[in-house]
């Protein structure tokens, strides 16, 4: 009777802390992906709307990957990496801390590659990783991983000529700067990759599983 009473007070403990609280506010990583609606509304009462604006997209692109019920490991790197975006512009992050731009180009691909994998299952284009039993089909998601994430790479270096061209932003931009950041992002790819690759080996699922 009191070993049932003490594991069901640490079961309570462990839910309290880890999470599986309510469908709509799950666990700590869904209240970090809650402090971006926070900072956009903090930034839009002191009259800064871009940083307003930015983080409020961001967090929209959050509550999309949040219908994919990734497990969550990948959601919490999603968060981190477009965090690492959206939080550095807000606050000035790329200006005021050296080498910050370096790591947004490689955390950007390394966390959006499983996202993206996992819209493409959802989408029925590819098959569940936890499946694949053979090594070439293991290394074919690290293929995945770097095609995609090239994609990425280079889609954010559009963007950075955009605000830069556009809006006046004072990053510094070139063809050099160019080919280091796609450089990065194919390291960041490949890491989403591994990632990937270590996941189906082990054959865990690709769904967010309960946590008791």
Same mark, same amino acid.
């Given at each position: 009777?009191?070993?049932?009473?003490?594991?069901?007070?640490?079961?309570?403990?462990? &839910?309290?802390v /880890? %999470?599986d609280?309510?469908?709509?506010l799950?666990?700590?990583?869904?209240?970090?992906r809650l402090?971006?609606v926070?900072g956009?509304?903090?930034?839009?009462l002191?009259g =800064?709307? =871009?940083?307003?604006v930015t983080?409020?997209?961001?967090?929209?692109?959050?509550?999309?990957?949040?219908? /994919?019920r990734?497990?969550?490991?990948?959601?919490?790197?999603f968060i981190?990496?477009l %965090?690492s975006?959206?939080?550095g512009?807000a606050l000035n992050?790329?200006?005021e801390?050296?080498?910050?731009?370096? /790591?947004?180009h490689?955390?950007?691909?390394?966390?959006?590659?499983?996202?993206?994998?996992?819209?493409?299952?959802?989408?029925?284009?590819?098959?569940d990783?936890?499946?694949?039993q053979?090594?070439? &089909?293991r290394?074919g998601?690290v293929?995945?991983a770097?095609?995609n994430?090239?994609s990425?790479?280079?889609?954010? =270096?559009i963007?950075?000529?955009?605000?830069?061209n556009?809006?006046?932003s004072?990053? =510094?931009?070139?063809?050099?700067?160019?080919?280091?950041?796609?450089?990065l %992002?194919?390291?960041?790819?490949?890491? %989403?990759?591994?990632?990937l690759m270590l996941?189906?080996?082990?054959?865990?699922?690709?769904?967010?599983?309960?946590l008791f």
């Amino acid at each position: 009777m009191s070993s049932d009473l003490t594991a069901g007070r640490g079961r309570r403990l462990r &839910q309290a802390v /880890l %999470g599986d609280w309510h469908p709509l506010l799950r666990d700590p990583v869904d209240l970090l992906r809650l402090s971006f609606v926070a900072g956009s509304v903090v930034f839009f009462l002191r009259g =800064e709307v =871009e940083p307003a604006v930015t983080l409020a997209a961001t967090f929209l692109v959050l509550m999309v990957a949040q219908r /994919l019920r990734m497990p969550r490991l990948f959601d919490l790197l999603f968060i981190i990496g477009l %965090g690492s975006s959206a939080w550095g512009n807000a606050l000035n992050l790329f200006d005021e801390i050296d080498k910050w731009d370096n /790591l947004v180009h490689f955390l950007l691909p390394m966390s959006s590659v499983p996202v993206l994998y996992v819209l493409s299952l959802r989408l029925g284009l590819v098959p569940d990783l936890a499946e694949a039993q053979r090594p070439r &089909q293991r290394l074919g998601l690290v293929l995945f991983a770097q095609m995609n994430g090239l994609s990425i790479a280079a889609l954010y =270096e559009i963007y950075e000529y955009v605000v830069v061209n556009w809006f006046g932003s004072d990053k =510094e931009i070139g063809y050099s700067d160019t080919i280091f950041d796609l450089t990065l %992002g194919a390291g960041g790819a490949l890491a %989403g990759g591994v990632i990937l690759m270590l996941w189906s080996a082990a054959h865990w699922p690709t769904e967010r599983q309960p946590l008791f």
